[in-house]
C-alpha cells in the first residue's frame, strides 16, 4: 500500500491522521471569513484546509424545472440547484489570495474541483493535492484530468457502489495517478451515526490497495475518533466559525472548539493504538507491589502447620505468588512466623 506525500506530509499507514477542516461555503461569501478560517484551522491543529472549486455556471444550468429542485427534507429545501450553489461557492477570484494566506500561516490548502477548468485554474496555484467529492464520483473525465497533473488523489466514496468505485479507481490509476486515497463517506447532511457504516475504511484499503479514511458529516467527533481505530489514515470535517451563523454547511459543520478537541482526541486515540506488546511499562512495573501474594494472617509457631487460617492470599506481592497455595498448604514452618510476615519458601520445611 503506498503512502501520498501532500506538502512533504506523509500519509499513510502507521502515520499520523491527516486531518482536513473543509470549510466549503462556511465563508458566507466574505473573503475575509474565508481567511479567517485558514486561520482557526490551523490554529486547531488541522493538518490542511479544503476549499471547493465551481461556479454555478460550471456545475448545472440556471433552470427552475422540477429536475433541479432540491427536494424535500434536506436542508436546503425550496431552492433550485443554480441558487444553492450562487450562495456556497467560493468565488474564483479569492483564491489566489486563499493559497497565499495559507502559505503565510504554515497551513496546506487545496481544493475539490468540479470540472475540468477547475482543475486548470488550480494548477495554475500550484495546488499539491486533489480531492474528488462523493457527488463527483462518477465523473470520470474529471477524474482522468485531475489524475494527469500527477498530484496526489483523494476520493470521497459517498454513494459509490463498489463497481462505481472500482471504476473511478480504474479511471485514476490510468491516467497516471501514483498516489491515490479513498474515504468513506455517507452522503447525508448531517449523517446519523448508525448510517456511517465505518468497518467500510479497512475494507477499502484491502480492497484497492490504498490508504483510506472518512470523510466524516456525523454530528459530533466519536466518528472520527472511531475511525482512526480502524485504519483511517485521513478525517475531513467541515470546519466553521460558528453553527449560529446561518449557511448552506453550518448546520452540520463543526466549531474551533470542537475541531481543536477533536484533534486533540485523534491524537490521544493514535497514542493508545500503539503495538501489540505485552511488555511491562514503566509504571506498570512499579504497580507489580499491588498484586497479591501468601501473607501470614495469624501468628504461626515453629514446627506449625499452614493452614488457610493462618495464611491468605492478600496484597501486597511480597511473599509466595497466588499459584503456589496448593504447595504450601500443609507444609511446616522452620521457624516462628508473626502476623503481617510475607510467606517465603526459606521459612517451610
Known sequence: MRHLHIHGR???PGKPAYIIAETSANHNQSLASALELITLAKECGADAVKIQTYTPDTITIDCDNECFRIGKGTLWEGKNLYQL????YT???WHAELF???RNVGITLFSSPFDETAVDLLEKLNAPAYKIA???LVHLPLIRRAARTGKPLIMSTGMGSLEEIAQAVAAAREAGCKELALLKCTSAYP?????ANLRTI???AEAFGVPSGLSDHTMGSAAAVASVCLGGCIIEKHFTQSRAVPGPDSAFSMEPAEFKAMVADVRAAEKALGRVSYNLTEKEKASRVFRRSIFVVKDIPDGGEITPENVRIIRPSHGLAPQHWESVLGRKTRKELRRGEPLLWEALQ
Request: aromatic share 12%.
Open 10 to 12: 506523509e500519509i499513510g
Open 91 to 93: 468565488p474564483w477570484k
Open 202 to 204: 479497512p475494507h477499502l
Open 134 to 136: 462523493s457527488f463527483e
Open 191 to 195: 449523517a446519523p451515526p448508525e448510517e
Open 100 to 102: 497565499a494566506h495559507a
Open 85 to 88: 450553489y450562487g450562495e456556497a
